[in-house]
């Protein structure tokens, strides 16, 4: 799927991972994007060129790789999607964890940031206006 930023999914992948790793570390290394993508690292290397090339990361070989600040950007664009799917996922069709995250992260690449903020608002609906506490999981089929 081609994002209006250009990125394919991947890529978008690479960026939100560059970001969580350096949230989590401070700092984010080929190794360990390669684990977090479960790719080998010559595929990481070859991302990360590619991103350097559109000005996104800011890499050299044996290196921590950064963010640039238009990287860190999308980054930052990525991720809130994923976040805002996940609370919907859960919240509003009730889907355990792992499903919701697994789901989230496929969906993230296909949708622009507009719809996302559409789902968070609905999110957001959903959360004022279930005073009952009722997950949708907990709605039987029979009408």
């Not at 081609?2 to 394919?8: F, K, R, V």
């Not at 560059?18 to 190794?31: F, G, M, S, T």
């Not at 290397?45 to 640039?68: D, H, P």
Request: aromatic letters at 6%.
């Amino acid at each position: 799927m081609h994002q209006q930023n250009g990125l394919s999914p991947s890529m978008e992948d690479y960026l939100e991972t560059i970001l969580l790793l350096e949230k989590k570390n401070r700092v984010a290394r080929v190794k360990d994007i390669a684990h977090e993508l479960s790719v080998q690292m010559p595929a990481v290397t070859g991302a990360l060129k590619n991103l350097r090339n559109r000005a996104l990361v800011e890499y050299e070989k044996n290196s921590f790789i950064n963010l640039t600040p238009k990287g860190l950007t999308l980054a930052r664009e990525v991720f809130r999607r994923h976040e805002i799917l996940v609370d919907f996922f859960k919240l509003g069709l009730g889907l355990e964890g792992d499903s919701a995250e697994q789901q989230a992260c496929q969906i993230e690449h296909a949708i622009n940031q507009d719809t996302a903020e559409r789902f968070s608002k609905l999110t957001r609906w959903i959360k004022e206006n279930n005073k009952r506490s009722i997950s949708p999981g907990d709605i039987s089929d029979e009408a």
